[in-house]
């Protein structure tokens, strides 16, 4: 119907795990030759030093193996990045949106942007990757402050600048993320009737996700934003994934419910009355 009103929806994912197969962090830790980065970060979690997603950021400032950190090693790091399949047709169908819908995307991580933007260069415009933001010295080129840090509460703060500047409401955004850095936003959305989407096993976000999609194509995420939100049948999905050159091989909806029975002490009034 021509005179339909078009639904617009606000579609923002994390980065690392998310559309990616291998933490950034670990890369750049690999390109610099500094070992033990994931038992760093573990240390910093156990201290509460910073938010859960931007230890990379806090070890490229404080850290001593990590001070030598320079631009172009953020930048080649991005280009070591090994991406999720299909990134490229999910950009495009939602760049093109459908019928009465119509999606804005973005990308939010607290990865170095210039990571992220080294990543996805030629697939996601710059100005819808939304990353740590570091200050460098113009003469030496080391980092010599943070700016802003999209981690935990962070994500929050840039997923409500972005539906004030695209005037969308709370219930038309979605998020899409993989690890306990996403907690926070995911629990944002939800209280406010949006849409979730986890794609790991995480048992923490799996608990919060309105859904969960486990695969190693990037476009997998429309297989619950079409068919729980915009309710196409099953056929069509299908077809969707076929004009991309994608086959939906397997897909398992499944629901479970986790119940916990106990029983009353023998010596309980009701167990009493239940002998009797």
């Known amino acids: 119907m021509s005179?339909?009103?078009?639904?617009?929806?606000?579609?923002?994912?994390?980065?690392?795990?998310?559309?990616?197969?291998?933490?950034?962090?670990?890369?750049?830790?690999?390109?610099l030759g500094v070992t033990g980065f994931e038992e760093r970060?573990?240390?910093?979690?156990?201290?509460?030093?910073?938010?859960?997603?931007?230890?990379?950021?806090?070890?490229?400032?404080?850290?001593?193996?990590?001070?030598?950190?320079?631009?172009?090693?953020?930048?080649?790091?991005?280009?070591?990045?090994?991406?999720?399949?299909?990134?490229?047709?999910?950009?495009?169908?939602?760049?093109?949106?459908?019928?009465?819908?119509?999606?804005?995307?973005?990308?939010?991580?607290?990865?170095p942007r210039e990571i992220v933007t080294s990543a996805l260069a030629g697939i996601v415009p710059c100005e819808c990757i939304y990353g740590t933001r570091l200050e460098f010295d113009p003469g030496t080129g080391e980092v010599r402050a943070i700016k802003r840090v999209p981690a935990g509460y962070g994500k929050v703060a840039v997923i409500e600048e972005l539906e004030r500047r695209l005037n969308i409401t709370p219930d038309r955004m979605i998020y899409v993320g993989d690890g306990s850095?996403?907690?926070?936003?995911?629990?944002?959305?939800?209280?406010?009737?949006?849409?979730?989407?986890?794609?790991?096993?995480?048992?923490?976000?799996?608990?919060?996700?309105?859904?969960?999609?486990?695969s190693d194509s990037a476009f997998s995420i429309l297989v619950p934003i079409l068919d729980q939100l915009l309710h196409w049948q099953a056929g069509d999905i299908r077809t969707l994934f076929e004009s991309y050159g994608l086959t939906l091989d397997g897909w398992k909806k499944a629901r479970t419910d986790r119940v916990l029975i106990g029983e009353f002490p023998r010596d309980s009034p009701l167990a009493i009355m239940e002998a009797t």
Do not use: C, W
Request: glycine share 8%; proline share 1%.
């Open 41 to 111: 970060v573990a240390g910093l979690a156990r201290s509460n030093l910073v938010q859960q997603g931007g230890e990379l950021a806090y070890l490229i400032r404080h850290d001593p193996e990590f001070r030598g950190v320079r631009r172009e090693h953020l930048v080649e790091a991005g280009r070591r990045v090994r991406l999720k399949g299909a990134i490229a047709a999910l950009v495009d169908f939602l760049r093109r949106g459908t019928g009465s819908y119509r999606f804005s995307f973005f990308v939010i991580s607290a990865a």
């Open 181 to 214: 850095s996403d907690i926070h936003a995911m629990l944002n959305v939800n209280s406010r009737d949006g849409f979730t989407i986890a794609v790991s096993e995480n048992r923490q976000l799996a608990q919060i996700a309105r859904s969960t999609v486990l």
């Open 3 to 31: 005179g339909t009103p078009v639904k617009h929806y606000l579609l923002a994912s994390d980065f690392d795990q998310t559309l990616s197969f291998n933490d950034s962090g670990l890369i750049l830790s690999e390109l």
